[in-house]
C-alpha cells in the first residue's frame, strides 16, 4: 500500500463521491452496467449513513485527499442459525490507477478487523460463482466456499418469476 494512503470510516459529506465508485466498480463487471437513473443518488445516501450507523459501515482509501477504494459491510444479528452476530463485506472497490499497491488488501483486513472489533462471530463475502479471481482473492483471507445461491430473475417484468419453469419437479 501507498505510505500516504489513509484507511478510515466514512464522512456524511463523501456518500456521494463513493456512489461515483460504486458506479464506476458496476460498469467494471462483466455483466454489469451504468446504475439505473437515480441509482447513485440513492446508493450515496445509504453510504452516507455509513458514517454513524451502529451496524452498517463503509471505509475509505484516501491518497492525498481523494478517495480512491472502499469497502463496505454490516453486522447482522440474523435468524439465529449462526453465531450473532454475522459480519457481513458486501462490496470492496480501488480505482484502477491504483491497484496492485496493497490498497484492497488493507481495506479487506480493515473491515474484518472492524466487523472482529464489534463482535462478529462468522464473517461472509459474496462472490459471483464464475468470479474464481475475486473468490481466490478472499480465500487467501481464509474464507471458504459454503453456501450456494441460486437466483431466478424476473427480466424487466417479464414475468418469468409467475411462470412455472418447464421441468420443474411436482409435489
Given at each position: 500500500?501507498?505510505?500516504?494512503t489513509l484507511?478510515?470510516?466514512?464522512?456524511?459529506s463523501?456518500?456521494?463521491?463513493?456512489?461515483?465508485l460504486?458506479?464506476?466498480?458496476?460498469?467494471?463487471t462483466p455483466?454489469?452496467?451504468?446504475?439505473?437513473p437515480?441509482?447513485?443518488a440513492?446508493?450515496?445516501?445509504m453510504?452516507?449513513?455509513?458514517?454513524?450507523?451502529?451496524?452498517?459501515f463503509?471505509?475509505?482509501?484516501?491518497?492525498?485527499?481523494?478517495?480512491?477504494?472502499?469497502?463496505?459491510?454490516?453486522?447482522d444479528?440474523?435468524?439465529?442459525l449462526l453465531?450473532?452476530?454475522l459480519g457481513r463485506v458486501?462490496?470492496?472497490?480501488?480505482?484502477?490507477a491504483h491497484?496492485?499497491?496493497g490498497?484492497?488488501?488493507?481495506?479487506?483486513?480493515a473491515?474484518?478487523a472492524?466487523?472482529k472489533?464489534?463482535?462478529a462471530g462468522?464473517?461472509?463475502?459474496?462472490?459471483?460463482?464464475?468470479?474464481?479471481?475475486?473468490?481466490?482473492?478472499?480465500e487467501?483471507?481464509?474464507f471458504e466456499a459454503?453456501t450456494?445461491?441460486?437466483?431466478?430473475?424476473?427480466d424487466?417484468?417479464?414475468?418469468?418469476?409467475?411462470?412455472?419453469?418447464?421441468?420443474?419437479?411436482?409435489?
Amino acid at each position: 500500500m501507498n505510505t500516504g494512503t489513509l484507511i478510515r470510516r466514512i464522512t456524511e459529506s463523501e456518500g456521494p463521491t463513493v456512489a461515483a465508485l460504486w458506479n464506476r466498480m458496476a460498469q467494471e463487471t462483466p455483466d454489469g452496467g451504468p446504475l439505473p437513473p437515480g441509482g447513485e443518488a440513492r446508493i450515496g445516501r445509504m453510504l452516507s449513513t455509513a458514517a454513524w450507523h451502529h451496524q452498517a459501515f463503509c471505509l475509505v482509501a484516501v491518497v492525498d485527499g481523494a478517495v480512491i477504494g472502499y469497502v463496505n459491510g454490516a453486522l447482522d444479528h440474523g435468524d439465529g442459525l449462526l453465531p450473532p452476530p454475522l459480519g457481513r463485506v458486501e462490496c470492496l472497490y480501488v480505482v484502477p490507477a491504483h491497484r496492485g499497491h496493497g490498497t484492497g488488501r488493507a481495506l479487506a483486513r480493515a473491515a474484518l478487523a472492524h466487523l472482529k472489533e464489534r463482535g462478529a462471530g462468522t464473517l461472509r463475502v459474496e462472490v459471483c460463482a464464475d468470479d474464481l479471481r475475486a473468490r481466490a482473492y478472499w480465500e487467501r483471507f481464509g474464507f471458504e466456499a459454503d453456501t450456494v445461491t441460486l437466483s431466478r430473475y424476473d427480466d424487466a417484468g417479464s414475468g418469468a418469476l409467475d411462470a412455472d419453469p418447464a421441468g420443474a419437479p411436482e409435489g
